[in-house]
Nanobody, 121 residues
């Protein structure tokens, strides 16, 4: 099994910044893609950003130029630096990873428990 634990959420004023972290633990053999999704009240969960094991990244149009995703493969950790935050960025942010464990040759998708980000004055 793989556990994903997020941290770094909170309340921030419009125009402010936050940095989310997500650490993966467990009997990990390898992790391919890691990413962040978000879900606002009454809306579907949406992709925010994703990064492969290499340097390939992909962002939602709504966050391009403001958010930066990165990962530390040695620490099995993914980060999301969020700048110029807007009220519409308010949501629960979920960490996501595709990982293979020591016990299986299959790759499975894992989710964190979510961390609240609120952008408000």
């Amino acid at each position: 099994q793989v556990q994903l634990v997020e941290s770094g959420g909170g309340l921030v004023q419009p125009g402010g910044s936050l940095r989310l972290s997500c650490a993966a633990s467990g009997s990990i053999f390898s992790i391919s893609a890691m990413g962040w999704y978000r879900q606002a009240p009454g809306k579907q969960r949406e992709l925010v950003a994703v990064v492969t094991r290499g340097v390939s990244t992909n962002y939602a149009d709504s966050v391009k130029g403001r958010f930066t995703i990165s990962r530390d493969n040695a620490k099995n950790t993914v980060y999301l630096q969020m700048n110029s935050l807007k009220p519409e960025d308010t949501a629960v942010y979920y960490c996501n990873a595709f990982a293979r464990t020591m016990e299986s040759t299959n790759t499975y998708e894992y989710w964190g428990q979510g961390t609240q980000v609120t952008v408000s004055s």
